[in-house]
């Protein structure tokens, strides 16, 4: 896997309804539900496209420049 991309998505978890709609659209296939009760980017695979946070019901999530 290459390098990371210089932006990522971040999730509040506290936030975060489990809905699935993230894991759906994202188009890295980068999104997955964990343990059931929130979403999570696969940080190799987020590229920051940032559709996941626009599309998000409950804005849970945040594109962010990686640190
Ligand atoms: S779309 Fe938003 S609320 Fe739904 S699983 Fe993804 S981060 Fe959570
Ligand atoms: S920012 Fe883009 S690549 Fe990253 S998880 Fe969201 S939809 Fe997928």
Same mark, same amino acid.
């Given at each position: 896997m290459g390098k990371l991309s210089p932006r990522h998505a971040v999730v509040n978890r506290d936030i975060? /309804?489990? =809905?699935g709609t993230c894991v759906d659209v994202c188009p890295m296939g980068a999104m997955q539900i964990v343990q059931g009760s929130y979403a999570c980017p696969v940080e190799e695979k987020c /590229?920051? =496209?940032g559709m996941c946070a626009k599309e998000c019901p409950a804005t849970a999530i945040k594109v962010e420049v990686r640190e």
């Open positions: 975060c /309804v489990a =809905c /590229v920051g =496209c």
